[in-house]
């Protein structure tokens, strides 16, 4: 019987935030896949856990997911840690997940602590639709376009970021958008110094030309407002009539295809189309 790989979410910075199931199935697991095995160390100590842990991060993910892989098919059961969070979200654990899939293991996420949703419900923004685009790239080119492809997108947007990077990202995030879109910043969540700063991009720049950014950020930008698109007048109608003549169609079809692309009532076009 092959084992089974456990998601496990650990606390993003208040220790308490880890869950009794959290805690049991660390406890049963036959060992723990860490992304960096001195911080999970820390917090196995801090739950009186003693372990067997393997390191699975970034670099060595291509050879170690394999190994995990055939110790799961194997028998044993694996509990996969990130450094905080929930694995597999802007994480190396996704291509665990992928791994294991694949081979037909079984994969059972916790539910638990994720900087991504915290930062949402206490942003202020609109919650109902929202989209994830953990963190954009360093290379200015590739940063560039994936904001410009976000330029039209309405619902809220999620975005991982380090300190170092935070003010390249809001002035390229005030290029592609504007400096007036509303932005909250959500730091050092569940920690001691907590906040979140609802402003706009051009606010957020200002702050942080005054002030160095300092800790771990979550930044939640609101959407696009939705384009209003102005209704067809019937002068437009009317014009349109006369293009779809000259190009041959009957004075009947133009009106009923006008009609269809311009969203009027048919009789509408048929008056504006009165004097061609
Ligand atoms: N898998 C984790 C999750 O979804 O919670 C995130 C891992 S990602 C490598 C780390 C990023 O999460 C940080 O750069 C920061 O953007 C965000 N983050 C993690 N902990 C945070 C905290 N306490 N406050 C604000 N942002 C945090």
Known sequence: MPGMLYLVPTPIGNLSDISIRCKE??????????????????????????????SYYEHNKAFKGSVIVERILAGETCALVSDAGSPAISDPGEDLVKECAQAGI?????????????????????TGRFCFEGFLSTAKKSRREHL??????????????APHKLLATLESMAEAFGGDRPISLCRELTKLHEEV?????????????????????????????????????????????????????SRKDAIKQTAQELN???????????NI
Not at 36 to 51: S, Y
Not at 204 to 231: H, M, R, S, T
């Open 197 to 249: 700063i609802r402003t706009t991009l051009q606010g957020a720049i200002d702050l942080y030309n005054q002030q160095p950014p300092k800790g771990e950020f979550v930044l939640i930008v609101a959407g696009a407002e939705p384009v209003v698109e102005e209704a067809a007048t019937p002068e437009d109608a009317a014009k349109r009539v006369a293009q779809l003549m000259e190009s041959g169609i």
């Open 264 to 274: 009027l009532p048919k009789n509408v076009v048929y008056d504006a189309a009165l």
């Open 25 to 54: 199935t660390l406890e049963n697991a036959d060992f723990i896949a860490a992304e960096d095995t001195r911080v999970t160390l820390k917090l196995l100590n801090h739950l009186g856990i003693k372990k067997s842990l393997v």
């Open 106 to 126: 079984t994969v059972c996420a916790i539910p638990g602590p994720c900087a991504a949703i915290t930062a949402l419900s206490i942003s202020g923004q609109s």
């Open 148 to 161: 410009e492809a976000l330029k039209t997108e309405q619902r809220t947007m999620i975005f991982y970021e």
